[in-house]
């Protein structure tokens, strides 16, 4: 089966007629293909964003975007799942995280539409201002054409989390999903299309991130790129907005800790710590994959805790009762396992798992991971694994715990656990993270910011800041008093 670009409310195929192949991760076989496109396809993108906000899309109301982005969602929703089932045949997560991931967009664009409609009623907003002779309104205008690229771990979801709000702030999108996870991408573009979308409002160009990623962060005619990927990545596509002085919000990755104090419940904080490192096969920029336990607990929750992960069900993410799914790739499998070999050359030791499951011969499976006396300077506690694989670690009082946790290049997310109410305030206040779960690891919120520090990233999606990114802040200043200005004239 072979997929399509979407440009200008076209279906076309990449113009030099190469594909990519597109695989399932649990069984290995290449069952679809995918336009490898590069920068005239881009181009062609921009150029038909540029041409349906000039058409009128920069000028409809806020209302009448949220009639579309309503319809988006009535069209996710009839169809989610289909879209489940094709999202676990195109990145592998289980079936029932699927499920979740198609109420979480349905969600996210309903969502939008109510903040469009807002919109209407914010502009022309007074500001007061020290002279009486002058008013000064605000206006919240959409950017432009934006540029949103988006990975593979939560294809649909990212893609969403993007485009929503940019439509609903009145910009055009040219959307480049993950070359290694794109359909259930453009099955949204399609049903846009049949909610009504105009021509040329959303445009999806498949290709490698090298080639047509590259081309989308360097396009002059692209006001905003909003990323989500890893930092080296994100490093590239600052670079190439720096060159255009262009605007930029990058979610890159994370190496987040998870504090766990020892009057909590055991068996709660085991539920937890799975929650923050297992989803999705630990394939989650957030994953609280450093977990910190207080001396007086640790024996006791590390035996509950190599319980619970070694029963943990592994297998192809369609089957119902799977818990953990293949890992994206090949070359993904390969990577976590040879983080894992440095971690152990490097002092680790593995309560459990290291390898691939002896019983399934085909597809990218790992097992799920535990490492113990894991350095500071080690592999495995500094970088971002991005694979079910969770470091363990003891702490002695609060203050050891806070530095140990602190001490990261990243600071997307952090939890702390602790029955102690104060605690936990006094804590997450000295946590340096853009989100901090109490009691808890791994809830995200549309109606919530999200996003990170240092090199997790900069500027914030979802809720109403996720819109305004896509804004931009206008002043209108009127003269009002009917005597002239009469500075020059003055004698």
């Known amino acids: 089966m072979q997929n399509l ?15 990519l192949p597109v695989t399932d991760p649990a069984s290995e076989e290449n069952y679809a293909e995918i336009p490898r496109s590069g920068a005239a396809e881009v181009d062609a993108a921009v150029q038909a964003a540029e041409a349906a906000l000039a058409a009128g899309w920069r000028r409809t109301t806020g209302a009448q975007r949220a009639r579309l982005l309503r319809a988006i969602a009535a069209g996710i929703q009839q169809q989610a799942g289909a879209l489940a089932e094709l999202e676990v045949r195109d990145c592998g997560k289980p079936i029932t995280e699927a499920r979740y991931d198609m109420s979480d967009a349905v969600a996210c664009f309903e969502y939008y539409a109510g903040l469009a409609e807002a919109l209407d009623g914010q502009q022309g907003t007074p500001v007061e201002v020290s002279d009486p002779r002058f008013e000064v309104k605000l206006r919240h205008e959409p950017a432009g054409v934006v540029g949103l690229i988006v990975p593979w771990n939560f294809p649909l979801v990212n893609a969403a989390w993007k485009v929503a709000p940019a439509l609903a702030a009145g910009c055009t999108v040219v959307l480049k999903p993950s070359e290694l996870a794109s359909l259930t991408t453009l099955r949204l573009a399609r049903i846009a299309e049949e909610a009504g979308l105009p021509a040329g409002v959303l445009n999806v160009v498949c290709g490698l991130g090298s080639e047509c990623g590259a081309a989308v962060a360097a396009h002059p005619g692209i006001a905003k790129v909003s990323f989500t990927g890893g930092t080296e990545s994100g490093r590239k596509v600052m670079q190439a907005r720096a060159n255009l002085i262009g605007d930029l919000a990058l979610e890159l990755g994370g190496k987040s800790a998870m504090i766990v104090f020892d009057d909590v419940d055991l068996d709660h904080a085991v539920e937890w710590i799975l929650m923050g490192s297992m989803y999705n096969q630990g394939q989650v920029c957030a994953a609280t994959s450093r977990v910190l336990v207080q001396d007086s607990i640790f024996d006791a929750l590390l035996e509950k805790l190599r319980h619970a992960v070694q029963g943990l069900r592994v297998g192809a993410g369609l089957d119902d009762s799977t818990q953990v799914g293949p890992l994206i790739s090949a070359a993904q499998r390969e990577r976590v ?13 593995l309560l459990c798992g290291g390898e691939a499951p002896g019983q399934l011969d085909k597809g990218y499976f ?17 970088e971002e694994v991005f694979g079910p694989v969770l470091c363990v670690a003891r702490f002695g009082n609060e203050a050891q715990a806070i530095e140990l946790a602190n001490d990261s290049r990243y600071g997307l997310a952090a939890a702390v656990l602790s029955d102690d109410g104060e605690r936990r305030e006094r804590v997450a206040a000295q946590l340096v993270a853009g989100i901090v779960w109490a009691n808890c690891s791994g809830p995200a919120f549309i109606q919530a910011p999200w996003g990170g520090v240092k090199q997790s990233g900069f500027r914030r999606g979802l809720g109403e800041w996720g819109m305004h990114e896509f804004l931009e802040l206008k002043q209108v200043t009127t003269y009002t008093s009917a005597d002239a200005w009469g500075h020059f004239n003055a004698r």
């Open 366 to 382: 790992y097992l799920p991971t535990v490492a113990l006396d894991v350095s500071r300077d080690n592999v495995l506690w500094r």
């Open 5 to 19: 670009n979407f440009i200008n409310g076209r279906w076309c195929q990449s113009l030099s007629g190469e594909t």
């Open 337 to 349: 396992a040879a983080l894992v070999r440095q971690g152990v050359e490097q002092g680790a030791r």
